[in-house]
């Protein structure tokens, strides 16, 4: 990763320099929760892309980096809100913002993030990239929201999970490539690339998260293993083994999902590995990665597309 970000490091330095500045607040608690989330770190994933898809297009522009503090913000204020959402209490290896200010807290605060990200969008003055932030944001709240509904739902069918990641997940990173062509008038083609290459990175993103939610190590994740099964969220390895399993192993999945019952995980962990499903879902983050990197072919050779092959490969492998 290290050689990842040292494709864009001045720029990453500039957007977290850009990041501090704007939360920025005479109201103490924003500034409060504002710099813990600060120091919790964070991969920083969505702002690298967008840096990184910017500078494959030529050299990076200011409007760039605060584009990608944009991108940032508006990630940031998804986490706040979804830790209250699921009561999480571990995020990156450290307390969550709710369980150490309160909820109260952390959604107001999400909620200073969003609107601080729509004050940047709107000192770029780019009527296209604005309204396609308005219709991303909008997408994944109703993702947030579509997770919310099905949470425990066994009935839920693999094509309305990868409906709530690529509303809630795969639709920023593509919003952030997208938007790095769209501030220096990229062509359509080159538009629909970064965009494609963008959504397949989100989604395999997510498949490898749901995957290490069972074989992770959680001093490498920061969470607990489990936290997906105990919030009810119907991911792909119980999805398959329901479908794919023995009628012994879907009735296990089923009740531990529908009681949101984290006590008999290790079996859960048993049915999926068995059933195959921990091996089906990493085969459909591979074609997703096979799928970005075929979208890099329209860009030309550059240390920064590299970088984002790099990029799609570490987000296929990674571990944490």
Known sequence: MQEIRDVVSNELNAVNGLIIEQLKSDVEMVENVGQYIVDAGGKRLRPLVA?????????????QIKFAAVVEFIHTATLLHDDVVDVSELRRGRPTANSTF??????LVGDFLYTRAFQLMVSLSNEALLKMMADTTNTIAAGEVLQLIRAGDTATTEAQYF???DR?????????CEGAGLLVDASNDTLAALRDYGANIGTSFQLVDDLLDYEGDPEKTGKNVGDDL????TTLPLIHAMREGTESQAELVRSALENKDRSKLAEVVAAVKDAGSLDYTRAAAQECNRTALNALNTLP???ARS???RLANFALSRQF
Do not use: C, H, M, R
């Open 301 to 303: 050779d550059s240390s």
């Open 102 to 107: 309160g909820n109260a807290p952390s959604v």
């Open 307 to 309: 970088a984002l092959e």
């Open 51 to 63: 840096l990184l898809a910017a500078s494959a297009l030529g050299s990076v522009q200011q409007s």
């Open 230 to 233: 105990a919030e009810g969220k």
């Open 163 to 165: 409906e709530v990641i």
């Open 168 to 176: 809630k997940t795969a639709a920023l990173f593509a919003a952030g």
